[in-house]
């Protein structure tokens, strides 16, 4: 059977969007604009993505001089600067999307207790971890599938977040600032919303057009990010206290219109991530074996007849 290849849409932008509109956003953005400010919140959400941009601009110029395969970053890195430079990078980048997986597995577990106190954590995030599992082992169609199905779910979350009622006679908070947690510690545990480009820079080897579909997918992922964060963090400062921001992780399940339209995005949202990192990784595992700069390269390097790196 032969290989499914991925458009922009489908293949770079739908899991870079997905991964950076994530659990950072729906648990812990009102924590940063509660503890800094609007004003330095806006700097944070500014600085992240300087970096994400600087980084989607020059795998943009990249593409266009190198040939592309597969593992993402990893291809682009090592055909540019060599292998010994490509597996320095490359390791360290498929351990980091493989560990993020239980980052946004916390994050789903965390907000299915909230729904559900009965339930036992470790065997919820065992369970998700199983499933995700699956569907990343069956395929990345499938996969692709399923976040069609999380981006309007997300969508309407949005929807209703915007369409909730925020503190009555609360005025637009523009300046505070936590002596517990300084400017660069919030900025820090902001960064990793926004790092969700690997997602998409990860199916390289998938796709129809790498050249096109790298640069556009990835570019306009973060600039629609960006509109979405900024505007988050606006809502909260005008609608919310700090004190509330501070203290209430689940505060935009509390203001929304809909409470299970945020529930279902923040579930979404999480399990969207794993998925794409879960999805990412085995590619770039894959092609450090294809180069031999992994332990029993033959047996990593196999695909299915569908391209799937299941072994890796």
């Known amino acids: 059977m032969s290989e499914r290849k991925f458009g922009t849409f489908e293949g770079v932008f739908t899991p870079t969007i997905l991964t950076i509109i994530g659990v950072i956003m729906y648990l812990r953005l009102g924590w940063v604009v509660g503890t800094v400010g609007l004003d330095k919140a806006l700097i944070i959400i500014l600085l992240?993505?300087?970096?994400?941009?600087?980084?989607?601009?020059s795998l943009s110029s990249m593409t266009t001089?190198?040939?592309?395969?597969?593992?993402?970053?990893y291809s682009?890195?090592?055909?540019?600067?060599?292998l010994e430079a490509g597996g320095a990078i490359g390791l360290p980048l498929y351990c980091s999307q493989t560990f993020s997986v239980a980052l946004y597995i916390i994050g789903f577990t965390e907000a299915w207790v909230s729904i559900f106190p009965t339930h036992n954590i470790l065997v919820v995030a065992t369970i998700v971890l199983v499933l995700l599992l699956v569907l990343s082992y069956i395929g990345a169609k499938v996969a692709m599938k399923v976040q069609y199905l999380i981006m309007a779910i997300i969508f309407l979350s949005l929807v209703s977040f915007f369409?909730?009622?925020?503190?009555?006679?609360?005025?637009?908070?523009?300046?505070?600032q936590s002596t517990e947690f300084?400017?660069?510690?919030?900025?820090?545990?902001?960064?990793?919303?926004?790092?969700?480009?690997a997602a998409g820079a990860a199916m390289s080897g998938d796709l129809k057009e790498p050249r096109r579909s790298l640069?556009?997918?990835?570019?306009?992922?973060?600039?629609?990010g960006l509109i979405i964060y900024i505007s988050v963090a606006l809502w909260y400062a005008k609608?919310?206290?700090p004190d509330h921001l501070r203290s209430n992780y689940t505060v935009m399940i509390d203001v929304a219109l809909w409470r299970w339209a945020v529930i279902a995005g923040i579930m979404g949202a999480t399990l969207s991530s794993a998925l794409g990192s879960l999805v990412g990784a085995p590619r770039i595992l894959m092609a450090l074996a294809q180069d031999r700069l992994?332990?029993?390269?033959?047996?990593?390097a196999a695909k299915s007849q569908k391209g799937e790196p299941r072994n890796a």
């Open 48 to 57: 992240a993505h300087v970096a994400t941009i600087t980084t989607g601009l």
């Open 65 to 73: 001089n190198v040939r592309i395969g597969a593992g993402g970053f």
């Open 76 to 82: 682009l890195i090592s055909r540019s600067l060599g």
């Open 163 to 176: 369409l909730g009622r925020g503190e009555a006679g609360h005025q637009t908070t523009l300046w505070t």
């Open 182 to 197: 300084p400017f660069w510690k919030v900025f820090a545990i902001f960064f990793p919303a926004v790092t969700g480009i």
């Open 215 to 224: 640069p556009l997918g990835i570019l306009s992922a973060i600039g629609v």
């Open 239 to 241: 609608m919310v206290s």
């Open 294 to 300: 992994v332990p029993f390269p033959k047996t990593m």
